[in-house]
């Protein structure tokens, strides 16, 4: 009997402090009390961000701007994925999603039935398709291979 008497009195004390718990509000988190503020405010009025606009210069003062091609454009390698994300592709010894660009190239989709990554240059708007180890040059518009005859096995004797 006092089991159950001291049972029930240790339950009914957890009960309370659960209930003394669930009163306090946990509040907001991540953002400071302006952001809150602001966030609520345009959820409210239903107000979207408008970027800022860009008046038009006139024709005449505009300069042409000269074309940046990048020195060379290597595409060290890439990896497609079977799973429905992007793929990767390595360029200039930077990582890149399929879709995605940086200053130098775009890089389209990759396809499954293919060995080459389609790549635009940005500076010209000029059209690839490469293969893993090769580069572009852009001075002169050829295609080669990345690799050296060294990496190759053509220089040096065997067993000396």
């Given at each position: 009997m006092k089991f159950l008497i001291v049972s029930l009195f240790f339950y009914s004390q957890l009960v309370s402090v659960q209930l003394a718990l669930a009163a306090e509000p946990i509040g907001r988190l991540f953002t400071s009390p302006a952001e809150r503020s602001n966030l609520d405010h345009l959820r409210q009025?239903?107000?979207?961000?408008i970027a800022p606009t860009v008046v038009d210069a006139p024709v005449d003062n505009l300069e042409a701007s000269p074309i940046v091609l990048?020195?060379?454009?290597?595409?060290?390698?890439?990896?497609?994925?079977?799973?429905?994300?992007?793929?990767?592709?390595?360029?200039?010894d930077q990582a890149l999603q399929e879709n995605s660009r940086n200053q130098d190239v775009a890089v389209g989709s990759l396809r499954e039935d293919s060995n080459r990554v389609p790549l635009k240059l940005s500076g010209n708007g000029k059209q690839l398709n490469l293969k893993a180890g090769q580069v572009?040059?852009?001075?002169?518009?050829?295609?080669r291979e990345a690799r050296n005859n060294a990496a190759q096995g053509d220089v040096g004797t065997i067993g000396d």
């Open positions: 009025t239903k107000k979207k961000l990048p020195d060379a454009v290597n595409l060290q390698g890439y990896v497609k994925r079977n799973d429905g994300k992007q793929g990767t592709v390595w360029v200039n572009y040059d852009p001075e002169t518009g050829r295609v």
